[in-house]
């Protein structure tokens, strides 16, 4: 990688999260970012619980979002999300610490595909999420 290249994909965390309500609120911590990849980690809290007691799926979603979001926004390309699914393969708990990690698998265009795997500190896989990203108008920083 680059200078450059590290360069926007560091511009990409520090321009969003500061603005990222939602990362900050649920406690959702990037901690490795590079282009087409981002890495980040989120402790369930009792507020995250469905009925069963479990991590509720939207916070598991919302994990798996986030990661999406910083890394296909590593380009200096403002990026959105044109599409998503995820799969859920096992539960998590209060108290539990899910590492979100998104990978690009393709970039072609305006057009992306990133694949995130969400895990427990054990090592199993909690879901595993798609996303489809498309590039708008707007860069993140001055392109010298």
């Known amino acids: 990688m ?3 290249s590290q ?4 511009a990409a965390l520090d321009i969003m999260y500061p603005n990222d309500q939602m990362a ?23 507020d995250m619980l469905n009925g069963y007691a479990m991590t509720h799926g939207g916070a598991t979603f919302a994990l798996a979002d986030t990661l999406f979001a910083y ?10 999300a044109s599409g998503c ?8 708990f209060e108290g539990d610490v899910l590492t979100a990690e998104a990978k690009e698998t393709i970039r072609m265009g305006r057009s992306g595909i990133y694949d ?7 090592g199993s896989v909690v879901a595993l999420f798609r996303g489809r990203s498309r ?3 707007g860069e993140l920083i001055p392109n010298d």
């Open 2 to 4: 680059t200078d450059q």
């Open 7 to 10: 360069k926007f994909a560091q």
């Open 24 to 46: 900050q609120a649920m406690g959702i911590e990037i901690t490795d970012i590079a282009q087409g990849y981002a890495k980040g980690t989120m402790t369930v809290r009792k």
């Open 71 to 80: 890394a296909c926004n590593t380009y200096n390309k403002r990026t959105v």
């Open 85 to 92: 699914d995820i799969t859920y393969s096992g539960p998590s």
């Open 116 to 122: 995130i795997t969400i895990t427990k500190q054990d």
């Open 135 to 137: 590039t708008i108008a």
